[in-house]
T-cell receptor, first 115, second 113 residues
Framework: EPEVTQTPSHQVTQMGQEVILRCVPI?????FYWYRQILGQKVEFLVS????????KSEIFDDQFSVERPDGSNFTLKIRSTKLEDSAMYFC?????????????FGPGTRLTVL | GDSVTQMEGPVTLSEEAFLTINCTYT??????LFWYVQYPGEGLQLLLK?????DKGSNKGFEATYRKETTSFHLEKGSVQVSDSAVYFC????????????FGSGTRLQVQP
């Protein structure tokens, strides 16, 4: 069964450093998403991406964040200058078209630790 | 704004016990409702969904009915197994063209043999 994959599974970085989190969505999906979950808190929506542009973003997704689909398979989340409060589990998701757009398929997550 | 409230966990049950995890929501319009499950070390998996009032979603013995009058989508299972131990998330997606899912805080279920 197709699945969303994410790399790395765990990323440790120093405050102020740039990080790139990578995701490979399900191959025939057209909508891509990033969510995050700070330890002990809710899963929060960050951004959705369709047709090579951001279609929706939350107030969390400020100028520190950017997303890109650099090729036909990868979808990335970049944090330019990490802060301590960026430490969280980051989930990538994708969904298809038509009647299946409601169903978002999630990857296993990348745990980001900012020191 | 839109929100989802779940009962706090952990919920600890013995095998074959009946499970209910409460979920209520606040939303504009008529949202679609979802239950996702997260097994240890894995991502969020869709468990079931319902897209309109009185719809019942079901999968793997789990059920939830979309109750518009009580704005609820409680998850139930008649007989839990140890393998059901996981974190369960209730979520909604509004029908206003937005795609973002709004999640509850998650409820950890621990099933003991």
């Amino acid at each position: 069964e197709p699945e969303v994959t994410q790399t790395p599974s765990h990323q440790v970085t120093q405050m102020g450093q740039e990080v790139i989190l990578r995701c490979v969505p399900i191959s025939n999906h057209l909508y891509f998403y990033w969510y995050r979950q700070i330890l002990g808190q809710k899963v929060e929506f960050l951004v959705s991406f369709y047709n090579n542009e951001i279609s929706e973003k939350s107030e969390i997704f400020d100028d520190q964040f950017s997303v890109e689909r650099p090729d036909g398979s990868n979808f990335t989340l970049k944090i330019r200058s990490t802060k301590l409060e960026d430490s969280a589990m980051y989930f990538c998701a994708s969904s298809g078209t038509g009647v299946s757009t409601d169903t978002q398929y999630f990857g296993p997550g990348t745990r980001l630790t900012v020191l | 704004g839109d929100s989802v409230t779940q009962m706090e966990g952990p919920v600890t049950l013995s095998e074959e016990a009946f499970l209910t995890i409460n979920c209520t929501y606040t939303a504009t319009g008529y949202p679609s409702l979802f239950w996702y499950v997260q097994y240890p070390g894995e991502g969020l998996q869709l468990l079931l969904k319902a897209t309109k009032a009185d719809d019942k979603g079901s999968n793997k013995g789990f059920e939830a009915t979309y109750r518009k009058e009580t704005t609820s989508f409680h998850l139930e299972k008649g007989s839990v197994q140890v393998s059901d131990s996981a974190v369960y998330f209730c979520a909604l997606k509004v029908d206003t063209g937005r795609r973002a899912l709004t999640f509850g805080s998650g409820t950890r279920l621990q099933v003991q043999p």
